[in-house]
């Protein structure tokens, strides 16, 4: 039987969104329901990897054969990411809070008739820019993702100088798209040298293994 495209690799996933606390029982989140990134997992274990899926709070099932490390902040997401090193393979396609609430309120904020304090927020790390830029364990192979409503490529291209990651897989997650919660998917792969590959709008676990056949390809090309 031909070796699959993966074997002996370890592949680390992110997926789903963060959940940044406001105070026990109230929570900063955004509308990532995991699919495509749980695609990209399943996809990764039937090319053969051992396959790490560090995932926010989703309302999907864990992929057959993959490790799932739950997490809920973005900085749980972070230390999680870092334990799960080394690996072969960083793909990165969670969508985690850019900011999260600079303190955690230890009771429940009471509704008395006036209005909260406003909320203090504070950026929360850069998961994929600090795996990217590790000098020493960095994955050989670290691909982004970028949701973005306009300018699309643009904002993709810039994204891969600022976050120092090998590929970015974009896509448009504009209202009218339906892509954010849905079922399908149509993506840009934008390469560092600033080529981009435009696919056609397909069910999302299609895109993980087309996205993974790529990823194996491009590995393959750099360990030979
Ligand atoms: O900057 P932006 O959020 O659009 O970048 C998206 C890419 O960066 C995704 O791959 C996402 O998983 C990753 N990211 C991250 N940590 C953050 C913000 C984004 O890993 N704090």
């Not at 026990?24 to 699919?35: D, E, F, H, T």
């Not at 799960?84 to 955690?104: C, T």
């Not at 993702?145 to 120092?164: H, S």
């Not at 590959?197 to 090309?221: C, I, M, N, S």
Request: glycine share 10%; hydrophobic share 45%.
């Amino acid at each position: 039987t031909a070796q699959k495209p993966l074997a002996g690799r370890h592949v680390l996933v992110t997926s789903g969104p963060t959940h940044e606390p406001i105070d026990p029982v109230r929570y900063l989140a955004n509308r990532s329901s995991g699919r495509q990134g749980h695609a990209v997992a399943a996809a990764a274990v039937e090319a053969g990897a051992r396959v790490t899926l560090v995932s926010g709070p989703v309302a999907i099932p864990d992929p057959p054969g993959v490790t799932v490390v739950r997490v809920e902040s973005a900085r749980e997401m972070l230390a999680a990411v870092e334990a799960a090193l080394p690996a072969d393979l960083a793909i990165f396609a969670a969508a985690v809070g850019d900011w999260r609430p600079a303190e955690m309120r230890p009771g429940k904020i009471k509704k008395d008739g006036s209005l909260p304090a406003p909320l203090q927020l504070v950026e929360n790390p850069d998961i994929l820019a600090t795996i990217a830029g590790r000098s020493t364990g960095r994955p050989p192979l670290v691909v982004g993702f970028a949701a973005e409503t306009d300018a699309v490529l643009d904002n993709a291209r810039k994204k891969i100088a600022r976050k120092g990651c090998d590929l970015i897989v974009a896509n448009d997650v504009s209202a009218e798209g339906g892509v954010m919660g849905g079922t399908e998917n149509s993506v840009h792969l934008v390469s560092r040298d600033g080529g981009v590959e435009t696919w056609p709008k397909l069910g999302k676990e299609e895109v993980g293994r087309r996205l993974v056949a790529r990823f194996a390809d491009l590995l393959a090309q750099r360990s030979s």
